[in-house]
C-alpha cells in the first residue's frame, strides 16, 4: 500500500497543532497581560467625633498629611478651661497631707493615753476610735485625688475631640467644610492614601490558581514616562464572578517617591507556569450569579 505525503504547506500546521497538544497536557510557562486600573491603597472620609464650630482648617486640597497630624480645629474654650480647672483639682493633695498629719498626732495621743493607767477605758476607746476615723479620712482624700485624676484625664479626652487628626498618611482629595461652618455628622474631609497604591486587575476563571498571594507581576501604566514597576499580588478572590467567567485580583505598588499619580489605567503583566506543584494550587473555585 503507498501513502501518500501531504503537501509541504501542511507540515507546518501540523507542527503547531502538535504543539499545542504537547503543551496542553505537559503545562506550559509563559507571559499574559490583562488590562488594570492604578488605584489609591485606601480612601477616607474624615468626620468629627464631636459637633461644633469650626475654628481652623489647616490643609487644602492636594495637600500632604501625615498620620496623626490636626487637620481641623472645632471651638474649644470651654473644653480648655474644663481642663485646666481639671488639671489643677488633680494636683491639690493637700487634704491627704492634712490626715496625715492628723493620723499621726492620733496615733501619738494613743500611745501616751495607753500608756497610762489612771485614764478610764473609755478615754483610750476614744484615742483608738480617733486612729480609725483619721484613717477613714485619709482614704477618703486619697480616693478624692484619685477620682480628680481621672477626671483630669476625661476632660483632656474631650478637648482631644475638638482636634480632627488624619488616620493615614497620604494627600487630601477633597475639602468640605470652611473656618466658621458648623458641623456635625458630616464628612469633612476626603484623604487617599497613595504609598503604597493598589492595582486591581480582571482576569478569566481559565487561569484560577496560577496566580497567588505573594507573586510579582509587573505594572505598565498607560503613560510611557512612569515606566515600568514591580507589584506583589495581596489578595485574589475565591470567587469567580459567573456571568462575566472571570475574579479579581489585588497587587500593592510601592510608591515611596509618590511619583505615580493614581488612577491610571495600566497593563499588568503576570508569569504563569502550569506546571506548578499541585499542592500549592488553590482548591476548586466557587462560581456564583450576580445579583443571587
Not at 17 to 40: F, N, Q, R
Not at 146 to 155: F, G, S, V, Y
Not at 204 to 221: L, Q, S, W
Amino acid at each position: 500500500m503507498i501513502m501518500s505525503i501531504p503537501p509541504k504547506r501542511f507540515f507546518f500546521p501540523l507542527i503547531i497543532m502538535v504543539l499545542i497538544l504537547v503543551s496542553i497536557s505537559h503545562g506550559w510557562a509563559g507571559t499574559v497581560e490583562y488590562d488594570g486600573l492604578i488605584k489609591p491603597y485606601e480612601v477616607v472620609e474624615v468626620g468629627s467625633p464631636a459637633e461644633g464650630i469650626v475654628a481652623k482648617v489647616a490643609v487644602d486640597r492636594s495637600s500632604p498629611v501625615k498620620q496623626g497630624q490636626i487637620l481641623v480645629e472645632l471651638e474649644s474654650s470651654v473644653e480648655r478651661a474644663t481642663f485646666k480647672k481639671a488639671s489643677v483639682m488633680a494636683t491639690l493633695d493637700e487634704e491627704i497631707k492634712l490626715q496625715k498629719t492628723q493620723l499621726e498626732f492620733a496615733q501619738r495621743v494613743h500611745d501616751r493615753i495607753r500608756a497610762l493607767t489612771a485614764i478610764s477605758a473609755h478615754d483610750k476607746d476614744q484615742a483608738a476610735t480617733e486612729i480609725i476615723r483619721t484613717r477613714y479620712r485619709l482614704g477618703k482624700a486619697e480616693k478624692n485625688l484619685k477620682l480628680a485624676e481621672l477626671e483630669q484625664k476625661r476632660a483632656q479626652a474631650v478637648l482631644a475631640l475638638r482636634e480632627i487628626k488624619s488616620p493615614i498618611s497620604g494627600v487630601v482629595i477633597e475639602r468640605y467644610v470652611s473656618r466658621g461652618e458648623y458641623v456635625n455628622t458630616q464628612p469633612l474631609l476626603r484623604l487617599a492614601q497613595i504609598d503604597p497604591l493598589k492595582v486591581e486587575v480582571i482576569v478569566p476563571a481559565r487561569i484560577f490558581g496560577k496566580i497567588r498571594p505573594g507573586m510579582t507581576a509587573t505594572i505598565v501604566p498607560e503613560f510611557p514616562q512612569y515606566g515600568e514597576h514591580r507589584a506583589t499580588v495581596t489578595i485574589v478572590d475565591k470567587v469567580i464572578d459567573s456571568p462575566s467567567n472571570t475574579y479579581g485580583v489585588r497587587l500593592e505598588l510601592p510608591n515611596t517617591e509618590q511619583q505615580m499619580p493614581s488612577g491610571l489605567r495600566c497593563l499588568v503583566r503576570f508569569e504563569i507556569d502550569d506546571k506548578a506543584d499541585e499542592a500549592e494550587k488553590m482548591t476548586a473555585p466557587v462560581a456564583i450569579e450576580s445579583g443571587q
